[in-house]
Nanobody, 123 residues
């Protein structure tokens, strides 16, 4: 079992930046691939980015590539999502999730989820 806790969300103006953190407890993060997803009001959960267990492979959703960057600190059991050039349409609850069955964009690949952190981007 692994427990995930996101933090770092908040209110930011368009064009600004935020860094989200996902801290793991219960098991070492080193054996998990980790993904970030988001869910806006009235919409489904959307893939944002993923990083491999070793921190050397990355996948980004097309609309985030170049603006968002995911990194992994296995020594501190934490994964980060750096978000730059934020837009109002990035407003959502952001979730991190852990997988032992490989990286992917589908929520079904991830068996462990955090509670989410709210990101609000004002225009």
């Amino acid at each position: 079992q692994v427990q995930l806790v996101e933090s770092g969300g908040g209110l930011v103006q368009a064009g600004g930046s935020l860094r989200l953190s996902c801290a793991a407890s219960g098991r070492t993060f080193g054996s998990f691939n980790v993904g970030w997803f988001r869910q806006a009001p009235g919409k489904g959960r959307e893939f944002v980015a993923a990083i491999s267990w070793g921190g050397d492979k990355f996948v980004y959703a097309d609309s985030m590539e170049g603006r968002f960057a995911v990194s992994k600190d296995n020594a501190h059991n934490t994964v980060y999502l750096q978000m730059n050039s934020l837009k109002p349409e990035d407003t959502a609850v952001y979730y991190c999730a852990a997988s032992t069955v490989g990286m992917g964009t589908a929520t079904s690949r991830y068996g462990y989820w955090g509670q989410g952190t709210q990101v609000t981007v004002s225009s």
